[in-house]
């Protein structure tokens, strides 16, 4: 199995709310709420691109590959420091199947969702030769894609359970890097592909052959809530 997640952005953002209604809203809204947040610092937002190569077998043709790319965007939120929630939407293309067609429209939007919770952390102390912190967490997401064109279209789902081990490496808190810090990543992946391919009126079935795989790359965060990375798997 082997998928390439290039890049992924995340930032704080501001929420702009508009009411659209048959008839205008009675009288001023009230000026308290019922739960009152003080900041958006456990929202975020994550606009990624992602390219992928997957070995499958398509019915009766073992050893096909499935090779694409997608677009995603991604609302991301904090329930507790040490888990985090995030449902999103996406855009496929694919680039290539066996006995299929290419598939390089973005007419469909498709979506997933996600969770991560941290698990165990370790804080090296300032006299490291690398000082950071140690995390071993857990990630779940399961996502839908669809692929078209004229020639035909492509539908599949994808259900992942890591458990990426992570190290962070802090810049110095005198202000004397850009950066807030940058985090290495990598760990053990299963991963279950289950699709349709819809060609010349004929529909076939595909699976992941390989489930069991390795996810690795690198985050470098901008800020607390502003980060760029890529991934592998």
Not at 52 to 67: F, K, T
Not at 118 to 146: D, H, R
Not at 180 to 202: E, M, N, W, Y
């Amino acid at each position: 199995m082997k998928k390439f997640a290039p890049v992924a952005l995340i930032a704080g953002f501001t929420l702009i709310s508009a009411s659209l209604s048959a008839a205008p809203v009675a009288g001023r809204s009230p000026q308290n709420a019922i739960h009152e947040s003080k900041s958006l610092e456990r929202v975020s937002v994550s606009l990624g691109y992602e390219t992928y190569e997957r070995e499958i077998n398509i019915s009766d043709v073992p050893d096909a590959r499935l090779r694409g790319d997608a677009l995603s965007a991604s609302l991301v939120f904090d329930i507790t420091s040490q888990a985090s929630v995030y449902a999103g939407l996406n855009q496929a293309t694919v680039s290539h199947i066996d006995t299929g067609p290419t598939l390089d429209q973005r007419d469909d939007v498709d979506w997933f969702v996600g969770l991560h919770i941290n698990l165990w952390n370790f804080m090296q102390n300032k006299q490291s030769p690398v000082p950071g912190q140690l995390s071993l967490g857990c990630l779940v997401e399961i996502a839908n894609y669809t692929a078209t064109a004229t020639a035909g279209e492509a539908n599949w789902d994808n259900t992942i359970l890591a458990l990426p081990i992570s190290y962070e490496i802090f810049s110095p808190v005198d202000h004397s890097s850009t950066i807030h810090s940058t985090r290495f990543f990598g760990g053990p992946v299963l991963s279950q592909i289950d699709g349709k391919l819809t060609s010349a009126g004929k529909t076939s079935t595909f699976q992941e052959r390989e489930n069991n795989g390795l996810l690795a790359g690198v985050d470098v965060l901008i800020t607390p809530t502003f980060a760029v990375g890529g991934q592998m798997q």
